[in-house]
């Protein structure tokens, strides 16, 4: 199995920059793709950033240009470098992982979530 833990949310202003950092644990080697979706208030759960084990990455349309993920070998998992951070872009941040381990079904694990806040 693989347990992911986040870090590195908070509060900021319009503009501002923030890294949110997930760290994976367990069955790491079996994971094919991480990424990072949000849930802002009252509203669905969307994905922002995915990156496969080769590196292809897909960006939520109105984050590209903005937002970096990226593999963190340090951490064994994911990070997300957000930049010229806007008020639409408040929400609790989940870590995703995604893959498969032989003889069993594939796996999709969540993180804990972590609030980011834009707000002057």
């Known amino acids: 199995q693989v347990h992911l833990v986040e870090s590195g949310g908070g509060l900021v202003q319009p503009g501002e920059s923030l890294r949110l950092s997930c760290a994976a644990s367990g069955s790491i080697f079996s994971i094919n793709t991480m990424g990072w979706y949000r849930q802002p208030p009252g509203k669905q759960r969307e994905s922002v950033a995915v990156i496969t084990r080769g590196g292809v990455t897909n960006y939520k349309d109105s984050v590209k240009g903005r937002f970096t993920v990226a593999w963190d070998n340090a951490e064994n998992g994911v990070y997300l470098q957000m930049n010229s951070l806007k008020p639409e872009d408040t929400a609790v941040y989940y870590c995703?992982?995604?893959?498969?381990?032989?003889?069993?079904?594939?796996?999709?694990?969540w993180g804990q979530g972590t609030q980011v806040t834009v707000s002057s």
């Open positions: 995703n992982a995604k893959g498969t381990i032989p003889a069993s079904p594939p796996y999709d694990r």
